[in-house]
């Protein structure tokens, strides 16, 4: 997957599940994800994270932290509303 083209699903979704295969175990992992980060709750998190040439920066829900996620590894994002059975507002 491309830099824009998980910007632009993570953006449609607002919150997501983004699976990835990891790096040193190949194994298919996951975390819920959002690149708004305009809530308070997040802007009140410390990140010392700084994207780089083959990352994107995403807040993690499910680990309540930043992360630097590797778009070329990612295989799917699905939208939380859509796991959850919500219609998003």
Excluded at 43 to 55: D, L, M
Aim: glycine share 2%; net charge positive; hydrophobic share 35%.
């Amino acid at each position: 997957m491309t830099k824009l083209e998980l910007i632009s699903l993570l953006n449609q979704y607002a919150d997501a599940v983004v699976t990835f295969r990891s790096e040193n175990s190949k194994k298919l992992k996951y975390n819920v994800c959002t690149l708004d980060f305009s809530t308070p709750y997040i802007k009140n998190k410390n990140n010392r994270a700084k994207e780089h040439e083959g990352t994107l920066l995403v807040f993690c829900w499910d680990t309540d932290s930043y992360r630097l996620l590797k778009y070329e590894s990612v295989t799917s994002v699905l939208p939380l509303s859509s796991i959850l059975k919500n219609s998003r507002v």
